[in-house]
């Protein structure tokens, strides 16, 4: 049985979620505890999968009590129940959750969460990718992107340059994730999620993504502690979104499933980089015997790990509670089979981009890629993308 930790000091909310979860005992072995100080008491005895937390309470707050349960006990996920956000409260629950949700919340609701959320231990062999998994706050991000963007935010406001900034965290994994998350948050009760950086930019409010740039959630590698690998993929990380983006302009695809396809693209360009920063010497020997010419790369991320980066990533936006729809498309990676039958959709697309990409990089496009073309009819529709793709890492190059 999973095991869940709820800390409220209101004693009124611990038993209305009490009866709210009855249902669920069969599966869920569910504690409540009215006193946060007490809670960090008995996390050894209880050992739960995860903790929600409210984030008002005396004593320590949410922020406060998850920070110092993270340190006692990292393997747990972590949760803020609250009935409200505030800007000024934003950074510091980032700090210390992984997601937060909406007071009141329904029981079959929370239940869905958690189990979206929890990552299941059997499938995962490597302990360090579990730590990673629950530890990580973001990913590796590069220095020179995120000093351009602080320079544009620097500017004064116009819409030149909140479109500039757009674009700008729409090439970065680690800066779209994190406004993606933050900017979730800020909906708490009112309605669906942002499902594309654009939204969640305005969101949130470009004083607002200063202050994640400012805070420690983003932390830019220096050059000198880069990897090549990580410099690879944070190179296509710019490129691959903006041809996903010209792709479904020349498919005549709506402004927003454009704005989707570029985010699923660029999570599946960034996803081996969650691995490789938990795990780096042993992906660095999986990437090494893929490219020598041994299995495909997710056969031997899947026979190492029990998932494949594809998966990894897509199991981290869900306990982060970014929507499903997107860490689905995410977590089919290159699983031609499993992309939408006999259409033209956004999980091809995003596939798509990344093949076009690396066919503008010089590299032969891979034949399954070109069969699953051959089998919704629209082979001939390569060339023309790879014209569109060709103009929009011109103008990400200018």
Do not use: N
């Not at 909310?13 to 504690?31: G, N, S, T, V």
């Not at 996390?43 to 005396?58: G, H, K, N, Q």
């Not at 729409?170 to 669906?192: D, N």
């Amino acid at each position: 049985m999973r095991r869940l930790l709820f800390v409220d000091d209101e004693v009124p909310i611990l038993r209305a979620l009490e009866r709210m979860l009855r249902a669920h005992r069969a599966d869920w072995d569910c504690h409540f505890v009215d006193d946060p100080l007490r809670a960090l008491d008995l996390l050894d005895e209880i050992a739960p999968d995860a903790v929600v937390s409210d984030m008002l309470m005396p004593g320590l707050d949410g922020a406060e009590f998850l920070t110092e349960a993270a340190r006692r006990r990292p393997l747990m996920a972590r949760f803020i129940l609250s009935g409200e956000v505030g800007a000024g409260s934003l950074v510091r629950m980032a700090r210390a959750a992984h997601q937060c949700l909406a007071k009141p919340c329904r029981g079959d609701v929370l239940m869905d969460v958690l189990r979206r959320a929890l990552v299941e231990p059997s499938a995962v062999k490597a302990p360090a990718l579990m730590a990673g998994l629950y530890g990580i706050h973001g990913l590796p991000l590069a220095a020179p992107l995120f000093d351009q963007l602080r320079r544009q935010l620097s500017q004064p406001p116009s819409d030149l340059r909140d479109r500039q900034a757009v674009a700008l965290i729409e090439g970065s994994a680690a800066i779209a994730t994190k406004v993606l998350q933050v900017a979730t948050w800020t909906r708490l009760g009112m309605g669906a999620p942002p499902a594309h950086v654009y939204d969640a930019y305005f969101q949130l409010g470009p004083e607002s993504v200063w202050s994640l740039l400012d805070a420690d959630l983003l932390r830019p590698l220096p050059g000198g502690e880069t990897t090549p690998f990580q410099r690879d993929v944070w190179r296509r990380c710019e490129q691959v979104p903006a041809v996903a983006h010209a792709i479904a302009i020349e498919e005549g695809f709506s402004a927003d499933d454009g704005r989707q396809a570029a985010l699923v693209a660029l999570w599946s360009t960034a996803a081996p980089l969650l691995i490789d920063a938990a795990c780096r010497d042993d992906y660095a020997t999986l990437r090494r015997e893929a490219m020598a010419g041994g299995a495909p790369l997710p056969a031997l991320e899947r026979a190492r790990f029990g998932l494949t980066a594809a998966e990894v990533f897509a199991q981290m936006l869900r306990l982060w509670g970014l929507p499903a729809p997107l860490t689905g498309w995410v977590a089919r990676g290159d699983d031609l089979a499993a992309f939408t039958p006999g259409q033209f959709a956004l999980d091809g697309l995003a596939h798509m981009a990344r093949v076009v990409t690396d066919t503008l990089d010089g590299q032969a496009a891979p034949a399954a890629s070109l069969d699953y073309l051959a089998q919704i009819g629209m082979t001939a529709r390569f060339d023309p993308w790879r014209a569109a793709g060709a103009r929009a890492l011109g103008a990400v190059a200018a």
